[in-house]
């Protein structure tokens, strides 16, 4: 994956100031890190989601091994 360093960002905040104006500029800053905000609490939500769905299925798992031990443990007696 390819990282961005410090050269690259400033290359991009000076052609953005130049394409957008100073007056803009901040206006535009605030919009995608709105942007970013809200795709990063989407992809939160998502993460929680998956993890409560997998809990749940680890937990009926545990629940079917603890009802198949007693079974076996039922038969051998």
Not at 41 to 54: A, G, L, M
């Amino acid at each position: 994956m390819p990282q961005i360093g410090w050269l690259e960002i400033l290359a991009v905040v000076i052609i953005a100031i130049l394409v957008l104006g100073p007056k803009e500029f901040p206006v535009a800053l605030k919009k995608v890190g709105s942007y970013i905000g809200k795709l990063k609490n989407t992809f939160s939500s998502f993460q929680r989601e998956i993890s409560s769905v997998t809990s749940e299925i680890d937990s009926e798992k545990d629940i079917i091994k603890d009802e198949d031990l007693k079974k076996k443990d039922k038969l051998d007696d």
